[in-house]
């Protein structure tokens, strides 16, 4: 079982920076695949990020966000540059145990763990 609590959510101005956080509650953090979602007011929860054999990333923020982990800390981190008025949103921290080729990292039902997410708003 894991337990994800996200953090670093406020407000930034266009073209500013933003960190977020997500501290993970399990056995062995290092054993699950991390992912960031989004969901914005009146759309569709949406992939963001992943780590998992390497980073992956949407290419909506390709070049302007990089997802980094702290096994030691059971962390996992989304720096997010440059940015956008469309990045504003809920995000929101999921875990999946152990990925396999069956799975994939931006299917949000191949995720077994979501953290309660965290509000970023970015201001134009």
């Known amino acids: 079982q894991v337990q994800l609590v996200e953090s670093g959510g406020g407000l930034v101005q266009a073209g500013g920076s933003l960190r977020l956080s997500c501290a993970a509650s399990?056995?062995?953090?290092?054993?699950?695949?991390m992912g960031w979602f989004r969901q914005a007011a009146g759309k569709e929860r949406e992939f963001v990020a992943a780590?998992?054999?390497?980073?992956y990333y949407a290419d909506s923020v390709k070049g302007r966000f990089t997802i980094s982990r702290d096994n030691a800390k059971n962390t996992v981190y989304l720096k997010m540059n440059s940015m956008k008025p469309e990045d504003t949103a809920v995000y929101y921290c999921?875990?999946?145990?152990?990925?396999?080729?069956?799975?994939?990292?931006?299917?949000?039902?191949?995720?077994?763990?979501w953290g309660q997410g965290t509000q970023v708003t970015v201001s134009s």
């Open positions: 999921a875990a999946r145990y152990s990925p396999n080729s069956g799975s994939y990292y931006y299917t949000q039902s191949d995720y077994n763990y």
């Open positions: 399990g056995r062995t953090f290092s054993n699950y695949g």
């Open positions: 780590s998992w054999s390497r980073a």
